[in-house]
């Protein structure tokens, strides 16, 4: 592999064959966005023999060049998830609405735990209002963060219960700065809004046993109204056990030998299924 060869729109080109558009592409078995960016840098690949090696190229030539978000969402599926939980007790939730903000990743198990990306493309400009909308739904907060950014971030949030991740070396993880645990700035109108209509009406049932006899026009105000004198730190735990409903289907494959590390992030965005496994393994064992 020769990745000096590898131009910016070239990376930029490669970067978008790791997108859930372009894995919903190969599920229909539609190769041609895939195969013309591969073909476009053939002359880097060395000793590729299956679509599974050449993208194992690809995704260490972007850890060199072009560190962008997804490489950052793999890297925290892989590293923390899959590596420090049971991936069958814990959920993942991607690009998830908080307030007015949209968390990049959220980690649900007993707690509920936010990581905000910010990569060296990235600017610190909307990170406060960031935080500060997570807080009103998480405990726990970090940014994680290119080596660049680490010096200011530490000194705007030493004295924070925000906690400071640095990417570096290829997926590796530092925390520089762990989150405290903070409750004060939870929010039952926050947590309430993230919920489905059967969620809520889930969560609203099992502690007071019934869902309001109302109009399907007022279901929502009077389940808020329920729930809203509620100890949010109790509010808050059933909507975490709630949301961890959303998890995978099929965790065993997506930790399988089968599986890419490279690609596991997205496989697990779009929840692949057995059928879709078996479609997505027949692609990479294609010639490269």
Known sequence: MNSSLISINNLRSLSQIFTTTNLRRILNKNYSFTDYRIKKNSDVFTGAVTKRDVFEQVYQILQEQYYGEYLYKNALLNKILIERHDITKTCALNEFKVSNSIADY??????????????DLDTLAKLDKQLHDYSKFAEKVYIVSHSKFIKTLLSRYENSHVGI???????????????VANYDNLSHDTLFRVLRKREYLSIVEDIYGFVPDVPNTKIFRSCYELIKDLDVELF????IETLKERNISSPELLTSRATPYEWRQLCYSLDLKHGEYETFYQYLNRQA
């Open 106 to 119: 959220v980690l649900l198990n007993g707690n509920a735990t936010i990581y905000e990306i910010k990569t």
């Open 236 to 239: 808050q735990s059933h909507v």
């Open 165 to 179: 991740i640095e990417m570096y070396n290829r997926d590796s993880l530092n925390v520089v700065k762990e989150s």
